[in-house]
């Protein structure tokens, strides 16, 4: 079954995330970069609701969604996965051969193998 989601969803989801940046940076004692980080993303956002007769657009946003877009989401998140995963590993042995112990990129890297073992046998078990 394909997920579809409200054409406004991809722009509130954008919204929320540049609001907990904005918090985030204004925390940590750098309101400026809060303020930049809030623009570019409610930016990005409010181009998502502009140009929505873009089938790249639609796909991305959840509201034109068929099998052919939820098979280019999959393949593009196990594309981005790998290429994060790679990251993670690369950086804690950056980390290792300057001496360090590598946290928090071994953490994550626990984690993401952690998950990966018991999502694979949940999706086994499931079919």
């Given at each position: 079954?394909?997920r579809?989601y409200?054409?406004?969803?991809?722009?509130?989801t954008?919204?929320?995330?540049?609001?907990g940046?904005?918090?985030?940076?204004?925390v940590?004692?750098?309101?400026?970069?809060?303020?930049?980080s809030?623009?570019?993303?409610?930016?990005?956002?409010?181009?998502?609701?502009?140009?929505?007769?873009s089938?790249l657009v639609r796909?991305?946003?959840g509201d034109?969604?068929?099998?052919y877009?939820?098979?280019?989401?999959?393949?593009?998140?196990?594309i981005a996965g790998?290429?994060?995963i790679?990251?993670?590993?690369a950086?804690a042995?950056w980390?290792?051969?300057?001496?360090?112990?590598?946290?928090?990129?071994?953490?994550l890297?626990?984690?993401?193998?952690?998950?990966?073992?018991?999502?694979?046998?949940?999706i086994r078990?499931?079919?």
């Open positions: 079954m394909v579809r409200p054409k406004w969803w991809l722009a509130a954008s919204f929320v995330l540049g609001a940046c904005l918090v985030s940076f204004w940590g004692g750098d309101p400026t970069s809060g303020v930049i809030f623009a570019v993303l409610a930016v990005l956002g409010l181009a998502t609701l502009v140009a929505g007769r089938e796909g991305l946003r034109g969604r068929d099998e877009w939820a098979a280019v989401d999959r393949d593009a998140t196990l790998l290429v994060l790679l990251l993670v590993i950086m042995m980390e290792w051969a300057h001496g360090r112990d590598g946290t928090p990129y071994s953490q890297g626990a984690v993401t193998g952690l998950t990966y073992l018991v999502a694979l046998a949940a078990l499931r079919r």
